[in-house]
């Protein structure tokens, strides 16, 4: 079963930088583009960042360009988010999601980001 | 941006009551809209996408319609299980800009 598994989520102060991880078990998800999706506390979801298949290609919503980067080792079938210049706002809990066909079809359990003084 | 807009943002229905959700846009997306079902504290699910198709492992009570600004998620016969928040998600933007819905919360009359 393929599955994804997130981890580094943490409390960090304003400013502050996180590097979060996705680990994948299963053969597949070398082959798929994947993405960062976020949920704010008691609100809805949010895009974060997608990056293609061979790292080549990333893309990021406009709130978090400049200070995310989304990354990837195929080798270790893992997904990453490098995230600087933390707000206040960037509080949410972080899932790492497969896509397919550009919709998100399987799901991490997510990481809990904290940024507050 | 595309803004995506779902409404009600909460509907009540009895058990068994079709329930009938709807999310538009503001731009055309064509048929590249998902539908996901998320129960608290998990992390969502996928139900619907391509507006229409459910995915893998969906019950057939689940059904999705539209195409252009205008959609819907419909519940024919909803379970106790169902009774929780409802997403959609387009994602017609290229390059990608994916935009969801604020949700809908399904609760039990």
């Known amino acids: 079963e393929e599955q994804l598994a997130e981890s580094g989520g943490d409390l960090v102060q304003p400013g502050g930088s996180l590097r979060l991880s996705c680990d994948a078990s299963g053969n597949t998800f070398r082959s798929y583009w994947m993405a960062w999706v976020r949920q704010a506390p008691e609100k809805g979801l949010e895009w974060v960042a997608t990056i293609n298949v061979d790292g080549s290609e990333k893309f990021y919503v406009g709130s978090v360009k400049g200070r995310f980067t989304i990354s990837r080792d195929r080798a270790k079938n893992s997904l990453y988010l490098q995230m600087d210049s933390l707000r206040a706002e960037d509080t949410a809990m972080y899932y790492c999601?497969?896509?397919?066909?550009?919709?998100?079809?399987?799901w991490g359990q997510g990481t809990v980001v904290t940024v507050s003084s | 941006e595309i803004v995506m807009t779902q409404s009600p943002a909460t509907l009540s229905v009895s058990p068994g009551e079709r329930a009938t959700l709807s999310c538009r846009a503001s731009q055309n997306v064509d048929t590249r809209l998902a539908w996901y079902q998320q129960k608290r504290g998990q992390p969502p699910r996928l139900l619907i996408y391509?507006?229409?198709t459910r995915a893998t492992g969906i019950p057939a009570r689940f059904s999705g319609s539209g195409s252009g600004t205008e959609f819907t998620l419909t519940i024919s016969s909803p379970q106790s299980e169902d009774f929780v928040v409802y997403y959609c998600q387009q994602y017609k933007h290229w390059p990608p800009m994916y935009t969801f819905g604020q949700g809908t919360k399904l609760e039990i009359k």
């Open positions: 391509d507006a229409s």
């Open positions: 999601a497969r896509e397919n066909r550009a919709n998100f079809d399987i």
